[in-house]
């Protein structure tokens, strides 16, 4: 009974087990900052409805990728399920009485956002405001606010 059990864990399973570790740790932090999102951010720009393209420009004018609204509203729910929105890990709803929740664009999708603008929004300087103070009018009562929520220089 004193005899030494023989380890199921050999150099080449151990080395196999670390690779495949590995590439789900690379595969969830990459789905995670939305990166195949972002890869396909112009073909799901052109399926987007009017309203959710404005509410997308709303935040990147804002220069704020997160927001806080009731989690009901369908608006919201259908970015979620484009992957435009996410809600942060962790996060439930704020305020039970009030049914909010708080929603992120993702890493990858708010980089490319900033870094190409011109495929998704055609403003001038001076019309950036203006048009900031009409999406701000449009979501008033929809959006309770915008917040600058995690540096959008993520590494992705």
């Not at 005899?3 to 740790?25: F, G, H, N, P, V």
């Not at 997308?56 to 259908?78: C, H, N, Q, R």
């Not at 990858?108 to 950036?128: I, Q, T």
């Amino acid at each position: 009974m004193n005899e030494k059990r023989e380890s199921l864990w050999d150099a080449e399973t151990l080395e196999k087990y670390l690779d495949t570790t590995e590439q789900l740790a690379r595969k969830s932090a990459s789905e995670q900052n939305g990166e195949h999102i972002a890869e396909n951010l112009e073909n799901i720009w052109a399926g987007l409805e009017e309203e959710e393209r404005f509410f997308i420009e709303y935040l990147y004018l804002s220069e704020k990728p997160t927001a806080v609204a009731p989690y009901e509203d369908g608006l919201f729910s259908g970015l979620m399920s484009k992957g435009l929105l996410r809600t942060p890990p962790g996060v439930g709803t704020l305020f039970m009485q009030y049914l909010q929740t708080t929603y992120s664009v993702p890493a990858a999708v708010w980089n490319y956002l900033r870094d190409r603008p011109d495929l998704f929004f055609s403003h001038d300087e001076k019309g950036k405001r203006r048009r900031l103070e009409d999406l701000t009018r449009h979501f008033n009562g929809r959006v309770d606010a915008v917040l600058k929520g995690p540096s959008p220089e993520t590494d992705v």
